[in-house]
């Protein structure tokens, strides 16, 4: 519900995102998409689909696009047009989102996991070779493919990456849900693997007002695959030359999207400068920062996350001060119950779980505004002092 709450000006009250403030600033543009779609009477797989596969294709420098249901599914869907499912690995990290690994296990695939880096909290491309290199050759021949996930909205290396996963015969799709115009190198992430995965959650940085998601790919065998994944394995109506699913982006949450590109990069910017305003206010607390953005890394600060070793004490304290703050996520996906029959147990992935205890999420949306951002460090301050 906090993604909903309005401003009450008597009351402090900071969420952690505001949906309702982003629509009220292009309530006329949102209505007038919605309505062009109401009047047109098509509702699936029509032209505001066409149009936002094509831009948001040209936006990340992909070849092309194909919108689909949710993030979870793009991710599905690729491996899918891989290839990829019963018996098959796919080596992933345990502390990003569920839905990742929902993804893998949708396809009868089974996910393995590589501990990820205390800085970046990131797959980083010498621990993931250290990791291949120290597998048995029976696993190495099962492992297909390898997501790397664009965590909080800071870019894996992605060039590093994929060079060992040449190097191991494995595909690359990558986990862009959080990374909506991040780069890498001067390049958009999606845009290095075999495939790019993207969702259209409402709270992304680029969100619609339901479920979406979107694959890109600059492979045209792939591309043509997922199409006809998409939408039950059809190359034309009632004419199925593959097993596939219904995962469709539909024309009312294209539409939205189509509007909302068009504010993504001064969104992404918004969000850069409440960051630094943010690492610059609480430089001298007994806190850390996910690891800053250099020049090969371009964070579009998705989630502003730091490390607190008083994490729920400072999140109590916050609340009591209308600020409220969320964790991206309190239980690494190994631990779940849900996937207990993976074999791992407590220790399996010490730098995943050893963040798990102490990450917090600080309110960061474009609508946020300079007093309140300061607001949030003055109150932080004041916790530590």
Known sequence: MEFYLERDEAVVNIPPGNLLLEYKSLKGEIDSAIQRVLSSGWFILGREVQEFERAFADYCGARFCVGVASG??????????????????????PNTA????????????????VDVDEETMLMEPELLRKYLEGLKNNVIERIKAIIPVHLYGLPCLMDDIVSIAKEFGLRVIEDCA???????????????????CFSFYPSKNLGCYGDGGAIITNDAHLYQTILKIRNYGQTERYQH?????????????????????????SWNEKRRKIAKMYEEGLADYPMTFQKEQTKERHNIYHQMVICCESRDALRAFLDRNGIQTQIHYPVPIHLQEAYIDLGYKEGSFSVAERLSKKIVSLP???QLNTEEVKFVIQKTGEFFQ
């Open 178 to 196: 959080q990374a909506h115009g991040a780069e890498v190198y001067g390049k958009k992430v999606g845009t290095f693997g075999d495939i790019g």
């Open 72 to 93: 979870t599914e793009a991710i599905a869907l690729a491996l899918m047009s891989l290839d990829i499912g019963n018996g098959d690995l796919v080596v992933t990290v």
């Open 241 to 265: 030359v593959i097993k596939g699913i219904n995962s469709r982006l539909d024309e009312i949450q294209a539409a939205i999207l189509r509007v909302k590109l068009g504010y993504l990069d």
């Open 364 to 366: 960061i949306y474009p």
């Open 98 to 113: 569920v839905p990742t690994v929902s993804a893998i296990s949708m396809t009868g695939a089974k996910p393995l996991f």
